[in-house]
């Protein structure tokens, strides 16, 4: 060894290659000391199969690594890059779909009936009628204001029956939770916060239990404190920060009942019932409540009474993609594995004498095996390892990049079950990339190949052996870039929708007055008077409104609606249409222009006419064909006052760019008077609109510092925020798709490589015997054509089968999209042309002489 080290050192030619010399000693001597003086080599008396044989053979894998670090690297690297993501893919998938929600007997919990509102009433009788529900929990969403407690906030809150969190099963962390009496009308005024909230605003204090804090809305201008939730729990929707009873009056029916504001309802199941008992059972309330309420509740409102498992209902439509999304990844740790077999099959041919004399010593066929598949396990363990490091910056990239309403996303964590699921991926690894090379390269006939013959018969195998891979990887690769092309390409029409509004240059923001404060219609309209006053004077702001829905959210209000000469069956549901409230200056301000009329302003007084405009879906639905000008349309009500339409502007994409327009009514705030908040829009001058963020907001406190302001946006952003989910979904199967193609490549390269140098002296003689390098190279490049081809076309034929699990969330693109296909195919045609074309230009270079000469 200090002759070899000697040696090596003398005829290292500069500085840089002694301390390599140096460097590879030391590593040498760190990495297998040990192993020497722990385990000695094993006597004859051991046997073959003993422990020491076992060690012995993982020392000699280990050195032969060691020899070549490159190739090392690279397989590391390979099986580390495809272990890495489908552990990360693994934790999001475990997480939304397979991990049990965070509640007692998640199993039990159901959501019932989640496509429809209801009021208290109908929730209450709906329960009598379903025995196969024990217990059952409204929900609605809900804004509070909260100031006193430093910067005004306005909180998204939940207003819950009292007894939600038992129907969960979790209880507070501090204090008590509600009592079935604080639902009662006047007894309401209590709160319990989340955890996140209690620290923030009031410093993890648990004196605060017990503390009347000024928290207005939903009837009451302060709350008592009653609890703080602990920091694990998660809200069925949403992300809440406080929670309060919901109030009713347990004497008014559902037909009575006004309080139309349950969003949400989740059950837990009697013991012994079933999903399906429960669901025949919502279905039978479902008709007799049309029947009772046949102007609320039509028969596509019957068809969506279902009750459904509450992990279920929480996933959505991501539970199929999620499933494909961890294919696509799997698919990827295959091709890894894949080029990491290729690697050891041309590591294999390039040993097979080392393993001939091996052999011809006397090494059986199983020990042979035994110390390939060592390599291959070595590879893998080093990958696994490295790959779960990876997984953990992956994981935080994932959450980080994850829209907020993503389900369960907080929740996401690399825990035992996906480090149980990277350890068998490492075990697979190991397997699928090192026991065919090992098989392969154990068969080798000591004899022929010390002797030098079998070598080119030898060759052949191998080479067809590696092209079958190849094949493989192309396939497998078009799957996952298949699904990636789909999502980028329903990402760029989402992006190209027309919003039906000018959303650019416009920055919006969010005034919240406390009710106690302006306690009615009156003076908010004098509040938002003020405001807007000021948000105009703010230099650089070129005009502003306000609306009560922002464009671009999912918030809605609708209802029912009698339009001039429709005729409404009796026993029919009445209409019920989108509503929307607006300041004048609002549709200047969007850059909404008139279809047909005019808009509203500021002359439209509470004492004027009555007038709303329209939107083209209202008219294109209720009078197609015909001028709705001068017609009338009544709301919320049959008798309520009559609405001359004096204006038609264009479909706006209200409720986000996935979402079709509906038909929409715009009333100006002076005709209704209601205490309702608004969002101020403000469009500005400049390129970079929220430098204009803290003058706008200051704007509003120069009205009263004790309103919150939140929500300060561009608009342009807020529609981009819709089509959030698509966006980070294309994003994550385009990069597996970039992954799969670059892995695939990197096959074509190696194999196309590995089969010209052995065909080299055939290249050699053919271009001594005067065949052209042009001819040479297109021999060499028709290598990889069949195997390419093949893999392709199986590869498109697998996508088309799978690509339907991605339907519900492609927008304007069907899952057999041929755009997507065909330009996915010549794009894998040209990556492996590409990777082929260096091997085989080389191997056109040939020198035959010195080809000839040498063998």
């Known amino acids: 060894m200090e002759e070899l080290f000697a040696r090596r050192l003398s005829t290292a030619r500069s500085a840089g290659a002694r301390t390599w010399v140096w460097t590879r000693g030391v590593v040498d001597v760190l990495g297998h000391a040990a192993l020497e003086h722990l385990w000695p080599a094993p006597t004859h008396a051991q046997g073959e199969d003993g422990m020491g044989t076992g060690i012995q053979d993982l020392r000699w894998a280990m050195r032969a690594l060691g020899r070549s670090p490159l190739f090392t690297a690279m397989s590391v690297l390979t099986l580390a890059l495809g272990i890495g993501a489908s552990t990360a893919t693994f934790s999001v998938v475990s997480t939304v779909l397979i991990k049990d929600l965070p509640y007692r007997d998640p199993g039990r919990l159901v959501a019932v009936w989640p496509e429809a509102n209801f009021n208290n009433g109908m929730v209450r009788e709906s329960l009598k009628s379903m025995p196969a529900l024990e217990s059952e929990t409204g929900i609605s969403g809900w804004s509070l204001t909260l100031v006193g407690e430093g910067e005004p906030l306005e909180l998204d809150a939940n207003r819950v029956w009292p007894n939600h969190f038992r129907v969960l099963g979790v209880t507070p962390a501090l204090g008590r939770d509600f009592t079935a009496d604080e639902g009662l009308p006047g007894r309401n005024d209590v709160v319990i916060l989340s955890h996140a909230l209690w620290v923030r605003v009031f410093g993890a204090d648990p004196e605060v239990v017990g503390r009347t804090i000024q928290l207005s809305g939903a009837d009451a201008e302060t709350h008592t404190v009653i609890g703080v939730m602990p920091p694990a729990f998660r809200p069925v929707v949403g992300d809440p920060e406080a929670w309060i009873p919901m109030g009713y009056d347990p004497a008014v029916g559902m037909e009575a009942d006004e309080s139309w504001y349950v969003n949400y309802r989740v059950a837990r199941l009697a013991p012994g019932a079933t999903v399906a008992q429960a669901q025949e059972q919502v279905e039978a309330f479902a008709r007799t409540a049309r029947e009772r309420l046949p102007r609320i509740l039509d028969e596509e409102d019957v068809s969506a009474a279902t009750v459904q498992p509450l992990a279920a209902y929480v996933a959505g439509d991501l539970g199929p993609v999620l499933w494909v999304t961890l294919a696509a990844v799997s698919l990827v740790l295959l091709i890894a594995c894949a080029n990491v077999a290729n690697l050891l099959l041309a590591r294999g041919e390039a040993r097979s004498a080392d393993l001939a004399v091996r052999t011809a010593l006397g090494a059986a066929r199983r020990r042979v095996i035994r110390m390939l598949l060592g390599e291959s396990a070595i590879l893998a363990g080093l ?152 948000v105009r004077a703010v230099p650089g702001v070129e005009s502003a409104g306000a609306i009560h829905l922002l464009p671009g959210t999912l918030s809605n209000w609708s209802f029912p609606t009698w339009p001039e000469g429709v005729d409404i069956p009796d026993g029919s549901a009445v209409p019920s249409v989108n509503f929307r409230m607006i300041w004048p200056g609002y549709f200047e301000t969007v850059g909404m222009r008139p279809v047909r009329g005019r808009l509203l302003e500021a002359t439209d007084g509470a004492d004027d006419e009555k007038v709303a405009v329209l939107n083209q879906a209202f008219v294109d639905r209720f009078w197609p064909g015909q001028d709705p000008i001068g017609r009338t349309v009544h709301t919320p009500s049959s008798t309520s006052d009559a609405y001359r339409i004096v204006g038609v502007v264009g479909n706006v994409r209200q409720h986000g760019l996935a979402r079709e327009p509906r038909p929409e009514m715009y009333f100006t705030h002076r005709q209704w008077g209601w205490n309702m908040s608004f969002w101020i829009v403000a469009r500005v001058r400049g390129s970079a609109p929220m430098e204009h963020a803290a003058a706008l907001k200051q704007a509003v406190w120069a009205v009263d510092r004790d309103v919150p302001v939140r929500g300060l946006d561009e608009l342009a952003q807020v529609f981009g925020n819709s089509a959030a989910t698509t966006r980070f979904l294309a994003l994550v199967l385009s990069s597996f798709g970039a992954l799969a193609l670059a892995l695939g490549a990197i096959g074509v390269f190696g194999v196309t490589a590995f089969t010209v140098g052995r065909r080299t002296p055939e290249f050699g003689v053919r271009v001594a015997l005067g065949a052209s390098r042009t001819g040479v190279l297109r021999t060499a490049l028709a290598t990889c054509a069949l195997p390419v081809g093949i893999g392709v076309v199986a590869g498109l034929a697998a996508a088309a089968a799978s690509s339907r699990a991605l339907r519900s969330v492609l927008f304007d693109v069907e899952p057999s999209d041929p755009a997507t296909f065909v330009s996915v195919a010549a794009t894998l045609v040209v990556v492996a042309l590409l990777a082929s074309l260096l091997p085989a230009w080389r191997a056109s270079r040939v020198d035959p002489v010195r080809v000839l000469g040498s063998e």
Do not use: C, K
Not at 400 to 405: G, K, M, N, R
Not at 484 to 496: D, F, K, P, V, Y
Not at 500 to 525: I, N
């Open 383 to 534: 990958g696994g390892v490295l790959g779960i490091l990876l997984s953990f910056g992956l994981v935080r990239l994932v959450v980080a990049a994850a829209p907020a309403d993503f389900p369960r996303i907080r929740e996401v964590a690399v825990g035992g079950s996906v480090l149980a699921y990277a350890v068998s991926a490492t075990v697979v690894a190991a397997l699928l990339a090192g026991l065919v090379p090992a098989l392969r390269a154990s068969r080798v006939d000591a004899t022929a190949s010390l002797r030098g013959a079998a070598r080119a018969a030898s060759a052949r195998r191998r080479s067809r052996l590696t092209l079958t891979f190849v094949g493989i990887e192309v396939a497998l690769a078009v799957v996952v870039a298949v699904g990636s092309g789909l999502m980028l390409r329903s990402l760029q029409r989402l992006s190209a929708v027309d919003t039906g509004l000018d959303a650019h240059g416009v920055v919006v923001l969010h005034p919240t007055p406390p009710g106690g404060r302006y306690p009615d219609g009156a003076a908010f309209q004098t509040y938002y008077s003020q405001v807007l006053e000021r």
